[in-house]
Every structure is written in structure tokens, then in C-alpha cells.
């Protein structure tokens, strides 16, 4: 693996989503399909989709759902060298999404003493994200337990004394966090240790009551974080580079079918881009294309480009990283 770094690393639990074949309430619904769940998951697909090569930290079921899991992820191009079924044997994280109209979703979380909600640091897992060259890292994992907050403490601690970049989407699920209180707790200080934060404007008001960009990259700036992204919906995006601003409008998408995992499509766009050698102008325009597609879809990752879907935007990709 030092032979050959992986440009991007996450953690994560790996939830299978049961996603209903048509809108309206779960009460009346009893059609549905089995997907690919999980922000950290979403990412890694779409950077190995984006020819930037990704590596999942994982444990899951063993069981047909965690084989479901690790086989489409190794078809997707993901390294699941680090993604074991769990011994004694744990369920698999199940989701069940609501779908309401506009592409708007509820999300009915049933994750209880699954095989990713309590994982165990291991040297191998440290030196798999010492031989990344980005680490990222979301507040969903955290959020699961103490276990993985000790886990991820050690693992960020891995990556920077290594120089790995370490990138932090706060991914805020108050199923999970239960109140604002214990979600800046918990996340604030992840917050700080990380190179780059990606981040929804809900998200930056629930942290930091930051009502504008200006107000959040000053408040970060202040904990040493100098590259910031505001996720901003259909209102674009907006970012922060060593204290230069950059804006942009969102991409158009041709149909908005589901909004869920346009934020994860955005993170798997501007690290792929990154690390492909683009500027930050053309990373937000790629992120920002990236979420326009996986919308159209009623699949978090389904629809996330590749690169040559990225072409319509004039970009040039280099050669895989």
C-alpha cells in the first residue's frame, strides 16, 4: 500500500437502504429496492468513479447483507481490503426511506448494535489512512457510539503524523445526536483537527450560529481551518481557500427525484478534483455537477458521473490518480 497510496480513505458504517418504488407514507407502501447506503460509502464510490482511487474502513454483517455490501463496492472500484465481517456476528445496519415529493425524504434508522456501530482501532487500520493521501472523516460515525469516537480519535491522530489531508463533512443526524448541545460536543472538536470542513448551511448555523459564509470562515479560521466549503443547495456553493473567496451557482439538474447523497456526490466531486491537480474554481464546478446528477436519481450513488461524464464541463482530467 506505501507503494501504491490510495487518494482517498473514510470510515464508515455501511447501511443497506430499503427505498420504496413510489412516494408516499411507509405506512401504505409495500414496494421497495435494496441499495447502497451511507455518506462515507457514497464518497469512496464516486471518487473511484472519478478515477481517483478510494479505500472503505469498514466491518459488516455476516451475513448475505454484508456480502451484498463488500461485492458492490468492489464492483464500484472501492478497496475493501479493510472491510471484514463482524465476529461475534452483528446485523446489518438497515434504512428505510420515506419518499416525499419535491425529492424530499425521511429517514427511519434501524442501526442498533449493527457490525459498523462500535469498531475497534487496529494498527492496520492506521497505517491504511497513513498511506492515504486525503482522510475522510463525517459525523455520522462518531455519532454511533464511543467506540468509534476513541477509533476515529486515533485514526485522525495517524493522519497527521503522517501529513495526510484530513476532510471533514459534519454530516449532522439528530437521530443519532439526539440534541444541538451534543452534537457541537461531539463534532466541534472534529471540526478543528480537520485541513478542510465541507459543510451544509444548516449544519454551519446548528455549530457555529454562523447566518453567512463570511461569519463561518472567520469562525473556523480562528481553530486553523483555512479551507472551507458551504454547501448551499440550489443556491451554489461557496468556499474559502487561505483566504481567498470563490462562488459559484448551482449546476442544473435535468429532474429532482431525490435530493438524499447530493451532499456526499458534492464532497466525491471537489476531492477528486483536488487531488486530479484542478483548482478550486473548477473543484466547486465539478462538486457542484456531481450532486446536479445523483438528484435525478432515487439511489444515493447510482447516478454519481464519471469522467467522462465530466467533459461536458470542459474539464480535462489528467491521468488516474
Known sequence: M???PLGVVSIGDCPVAMVPRRNGSLVFVDDYRRMLAGAELNVCIGCARL???AGLISRVSDDPFGNYVVRCLRAEGVDVSQ???DHPRRPAALLFKERLSGGDFRVYYHRRD?????MQFTDAMGRYVSHARVFLYTGIFPALSAANRRTLQLLLDAAKGAGVMRVFDP????KLLRTPAQARRILLPLAAQADLVLLGEAEADLLYGATTAE??????????VA????????????AVRDGREYEIAAHPAAAVVDTCGAGDAFNAGYLAALLHGFSTEQSLRLAAYCAAQVVTSESDNEALPYWEDA???GLQPKAAR
Open 311 to 313: 467533459r461536458t464541463l
Open 114 to 118: 449493527s457490525a459498523g456501530g462500535a
Open 83 to 85: 472491510i471484514a465481517a
Open 215 to 224: 461569519r463561518l470562515f472567520s469562525q473556523l479560521a480562528d481553530h486553523g
Open 2 to 4: 506505501a507503494d501504491n
Open 227 to 238: 479551507h472551507v466549503v458551504l454547501k448551499r443547495g440550489a443556491a451554489g456553493a461557496h
Open 171 to 174: 454530516n449532522i443526524r439528530m
Open 51 to 53: 478515477q481517483v482511487s
